[in-house]
């Protein structure tokens, strides 16, 4: 699961345009559902949804793909190419928390006896 907050310049309104941009069609890329709360990209290929919340001047979002595990970067990489396209004059910043990923533990080599 990858975090996702994105920051509103104020006044914007940049939660409900999205999710109306959505509805309406003009914004073609990704489908809202659930209220507005899930948000899926229209290309099947593309696995996984996002879980949206908007609270004041920051949109929350957590993107999931629990059949292709690894793959929610795609959505992330569609969602943020279409935030900075068309509304990039409403957003102050956008933050991303990836998350925690262990590295294998390596074992030591063994040395041969001679």
């Given at each position: 699961?990858?975090?996702?907050?994105?920051?509103?310049?104020?006044?914007?309104?940049?939660?409900?345009?999205?999710?109306?941009?959505?509805?309406?069609?003009?914004?073609?890329?990704?489908?809202?559902?659930?209220?507005?709360?899930?948000?899926?990209?229209?290309?099947?290929?593309?696995?996984?949804?996002?879980?949206?919340?908007?609270?004041?001047?920051?949109?929350?979002?957590?993107?999931?793909?629990?059949?292709?595990?690894?793959?929610?970067?795609?959505l992330?990489?569609?969602?943020?190419?279409?935030?900075?396209?068309?509304?990039?004059?409403?957003?102050?910043?956008?933050?991303?928390?990836?998350?925690?990923?262990r590295?294998?533990?390596?074992k030591?080599?063994?040395?041969?006896?001679?």
């Amino acid at each position: 699961m990858i975090a996702l907050q994105i920051i509103e310049r104020p006044g914007a309104h940049l939660h409900r345009t999205l999710i109306d941009a959505m509805r309406s069609g003009d914004l073609r890329t990704f489908v809202v559902t659930k209220r507005g709360r899930k948000v899926t990209h229209k290309n099947p290929s593309f696995p996984g949804w996002m879980n949206w919340t908007g609270v004041e001047n920051v949109i929350h979002c957590s993107i999931m793909s629990p059949q292709k595990p690894g793959t929610e970067w795609r959505l992330l990489h569609a969602l943020i190419g279409r935030l900075a396209d068309k509304y990039a004059d409403r957003i102050h910043s956008i933050g991303i928390q990836f998350p925690d990923a262990r590295a294998p533990e390596l074992k030591g080599k063994r040395r041969r006896g001679r």
